[in-house]
């Protein structure tokens, strides 16, 4: 079945570093790839997404590469704001449109 | 655009009673909306899939007698919990599907806290 793998967090940085969240699938045939951001109290908001090889997804300053040869999705931004904290999720979907998320990385990002 | 709404927000309830937890979209119609439940600092866990007009399609080990779902119109979807207990304590979350350009997507719903006392 399908799975998706990213690193445990927490992850702590101070503002203006560099970040890297990493994630990595299972999957048969060719799933579309998401990362979801959830800040304190809300809902999943979609951050960026890509559905096929070598697209890279990007918004609001970060980006993730689809990696069909590492069956990667990897997240980062370059420079983190304190606004940016919050729990991130990477999610694969398949034809039926499921989709099926990682565990989850709090970030938390100081002044 | 692509909103989606659930209510209520938060719900505290009885041991045994039940609690039913609506889900809309607000600005479009969606044929199929999705149940999630997440637990404290762990992911998203499928429960089950709703298409407007049909029985729900239920995730292995998930009771659809204790969880149901309704799907009456293509903006809403309710989930119940029947005769709650403790462990039925959670986040639950829904989704709305829509076609965006190519693509299916789904919106979140902000989520519903339920405490089962």
């Known amino acids: 079945g399908n799975s998706v793998t990213q690193m445990e967090g927490p992850v702590t940085l101070s503002e203006e570093a560099f970040l890297t969240i990493n994630c990595t699938y299972t999957?048969?045939?060719?799933?579309?790839l998401f990362w979801y951001v959830q800040y304190p109290g809300e809902g999943l908001q979609l951050l960026l997404k890509?559905?096929?090889?070598?697209d890279k997804g990007s918004n609001k300053g970060f980006e993730a590469t689809y990696r069909k040869e590492t069956t990667s999705f990897h997240l980062e931004k370059g420079s983190v704001q304190v606004s940016d904290s919050a729990v991130y999720f990477c999610a694969l979907s398949d034809s039926n449109y499921k989709l099926t998320f990682g565990k989850g990385t709090l970030l938390t990002v100081n002044p | 655009g692509a909103v989606v709404s659930q209510h209520p927000s938060r719900v505290i309830c009885k041991s045994g009673t039940s609690v039913k937890i609506e889900c809309r979209s607000l600005d479009f119609q969606a044929t199929t909306m999705f149940w999630y439940r997440q637990f404290p600092k762990q992911s998203l866990m499928l429960m089950a899939t709703?298409?407007?007009?049909?029985?729900?399609?239920?995730e292995q080990g998930v009771e659809k007698d204790k969880f149901l779902i309704n799907h009456a119109s293509l903006t809403l979807s309710t989930l119940t919990v029947t005769s709650a207990h403790p462990e039925d304590s959670s986040f639950y979350i829904c989704?709305?599907?829509?076609?965006?350009?190519?693509?299916?997507?789904?919106?979140f719903g902000p989520g519903t806290r339920l405490t089962v006392l």
């Open positions: 890509a559905t096929k090889a070598d």
């Open positions: 709703s298409n407007e007009g049909s029985k729900a399609t239920y």
């Open positions: 999957a048969t045939g060719y799933p579309s």
């Open positions: 989704s709305a599907s829509a076609v965006v350009g190519s693509y299916n997507e789904q919106f």
